[in-house]
């Protein structure tokens, strides 16, 4: 009888000192995050960190934890400067609040009229561009939130199932801006 063999996967494998490296620095972030107290991660928490997953692919933890949505980091967002939400709104229970795919942020700037050019500079003014200025928490950071015509490029099957096509569709940007 013939032993199985091993699937061979492209997935990079990690040296012991490079995951201890990588746990490591996990947990000072977590530390850091409570405030110097020392709370042991529990088996959910580790397998469901998104931090954690990060750093075991060999990916450095950015300086300040990314602004989230839908619960989750957005390192998209941080690396590339644009993401496209789903969902964006003023909170009708907080001034100066609005919401970002289910996510909290800190309104700088309500109904302000700009486009941001491609190295994230604003653009003379044209109708229909309102938005706000924008800022995840306290971070420096600022990013514009507008809403663009034609500005998402989806794939879908709507109308005929199983047949895909892309198409664009009006939505929400959010781009970070340069200061």
Request: hydrophobic share 30%; net charge negative.
């Amino acid at each position: 009888m013939n032993k199985p063999r091993a699937v061979e996967t492209e997935e990079p494998t990690l040296t012991k000192s490079q995951a201890r490296k990588a746990f490591n620095t996990y947990l000072r972030i977590l530390e850091k995050e409570n405030n110097g107290k020392h709370f042991p991660p529990n088996r959910a928490d580790i397998e469901h960190s998104a931090l954690l997953s990060r750093l075991l692919d060999g990916n450095d933890a950015l300086p300040e934890p990314p602004p989230r949505m839908f619960s989750y980091p957005n390192y998209e967002l941080v690396e590339t400067g644009i993401y496209y939400p789903h969902e964006a709104g003023e909170s009708k229970s907080q001034a100066d609040k609005v919401f970002i795919d289910q996510s909290l942020w800190n309104i700088v700037e309500r109904n302000h009229r700009f486009r941001l050019d491609e190295s994230g500079q604003p653009l003379p003014l044209e109708l229909g561009d309102i938005g706000y200025l924008v800022r995840w928490e306290e971070q420096k950071t600022l990013y514009a939130l507008t809403w663009e015509k034609q500005s998402r490029e989806i794939t879908t099957s709507e109308g005929t199932p199983g047949i895909f096509r892309k198409e664009k569709r009006d939505g929400w940007i959010l781009q970070k801006v340069q200061q």
